[in-house]
Each structure stands twice: as C-alpha cells, then as structure tokens.
C-alpha cells in the first residue's frame, strides 16, 4: 500500500467516525431537539390556544384551568405515545435490516466484501483501494461496518423509542405549563391578551433557540413559529368567541 493510499484510508475512517459526523452535521442535536422542540412548540400552542379558545367564550377561571390542565395532560401522554410509536417502528426496521445483514454476513462472505467495496467505489476510491479498506473494516467490525456504510444505521442516530417518548411528552409538558402560568397569575380581564402575547414570546424564542441550535437562520426560525402561533390563536379565539355567544 502505497502511502498516498493509506492517507485516503485514514481519513475515510475519520470520516466515519461517530465523533466526526456529530462535529460536521449536528445530527445527534437535531435528532433530540426535533422531539423536544416540536414537543414544546405544541404545548405552549395547544395549550394558548385552549385557553384562549374558552376564556373567548366567557369562561370563569376556574374552568379555564381546567381546561388547561387537562389539556397539558392529554397532549402530553398523546405525544409521548405518538413518538413512542412511531419511533418504535423505526427501530423494528432497523433491527430487522441488522439481523438480515448478520445473515448475510455469516453465509455470503465474499459477496459481502466486494458490496462493501462496490459502496467505496461509488464514493469516490479505487476498486483496489477500495477492496483494502473493505477488508480492514470488516476485519474490525463487520456488522458494523455494513449498518454502517450501506444501511446508513450508526449509534449516533439510532432509533431510540423511550427516549424519544420521555423527550417529547416532557417537552410538552414543559410547554404547556407556561401559558396555564399566565393564566394564574394574570388579571382575569387581561387574560386573552396576556396568554396570547406571552405565548407568542415563549414561540419566538423557542423559534429562535432551534434555528441557533439546529445551525440555521435565527430570525427567520422564530418568525416561522410567531407566524402559525399567532394564526392559531386568532383562530381559536375567534371560534371561541361565536360559540360562547351561540352557546349562551
Ligand atoms: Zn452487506
């Protein structure tokens, strides 16, 4: 092996390497703060939106709360039931793909040699080259290095299920709580406008945190999630008003 050669194996299984991909493309950050803030974002907008949903049809306090509280209950079992759900059967998937993959391993050797090289073909390396670097990987870790390289499954994404239901129903939760706050603590008369315009607040920032997490525009995230908020709650509010006045 020449030493041009080896260089290129170096820096493919860099490449590779769990730390470098996390470094490169915030995967692992998007990953969790997808649930959480797509978690946050519905309970704080469920929740504003209930609320000033029923405080527009002339409800007590009382029954604003409860309203609220139950809503922040059920949404929040909902979504971590959901995610449950949902990620769940990406994770099936995927350990069913792995168990056929060891199969294929145990009995098709060679085969699965040269699809693992035909894969650093198509990324760029020579045949050769590329028959060397399948080798040593597989060497060191086969199955890992086909959940790897061809079904694009690597610990640092792997489904996780509970994690992801805990994440997303905390969230929630988290979200719903603060609009109910509002509700407690401000002048009954002003409650509509308080709970709307802090929920607004709490959408923008949280807007604003994703995009500079996530690594993407700051102003624009937190315009996004102003925008459907604000929509959501002048919908509500205006539903709310006309039943209460059917209603009554
Ligand atoms: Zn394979």
Redesign the pocket.
């Given at each position: 092996m020449t030493s041009e050669q080896a260089k290129s194996i170096a820096v493919l299984l860099e490449m590779n390497s769990p730390h470098y991909i996390l470094a490169r493309h915030k995967i692992n950050r998007t990953g969790w703060l997808r649930a959480a803030v797509l978690g946050a974002n519905d309970g704080i907008l469920s929740t504003a939106s209930l609320v000033v949903g029923v405080a527009a049809a002339h409800a007590e306090r009382g029954s604003i709360v409860i309203v609220g509280v139950a809503g922040l209950v059920a949404g929040a079992i909902s979504m971590a039931a959901g995610e449950y759900i949902s990620v769940s059967s990406q994770s099936d998937t995927e350990e069913a793909d792995l168990k056929v993959?060891s199969k294929?391993?145990a009995t098709h050797d060679e085969?699965?040699h040269q699809?693992?090289a035909n894969i650093y073909v198509g990324r760029g390396l020579d045949p050769l080259l590329a028959r060397q670097v399948a080798e040593a990987l597989m060497a060191h870790d086969a199955i890992g290095a086909?959940a790897r390289d061809?079904?694009g499954i690597n610990e640092m994404v792997k489904a996780r299920p509970v994690q992801a239901a805990a994440a997303s129903g905390a969230s929630f939760f988290a979200g719903a709580a603060l609009p109910l706050v509002v509700v407690l603590i401000a002048p009954f008369a002003m409650v509509i406008p308080a709970v709307s315009g802090a929920s607004l607040v709490f959408l923008a920032v949280l807007g604003a945190v994703a995009a500079k997490t996530g690594g993407a525009g700051i102003l624009k995230g937190a315009l996004r999630v102003t925008f459907w908020g604000a929509l959501a709650l002048a919908v509500t509010a205006g539903i709310g008003a006309l039943f209460g006045t059917v209603v009554s």
């Open positions: 993959e294929e391993l085969f699965e699809e693992l086909h061809e079904l």
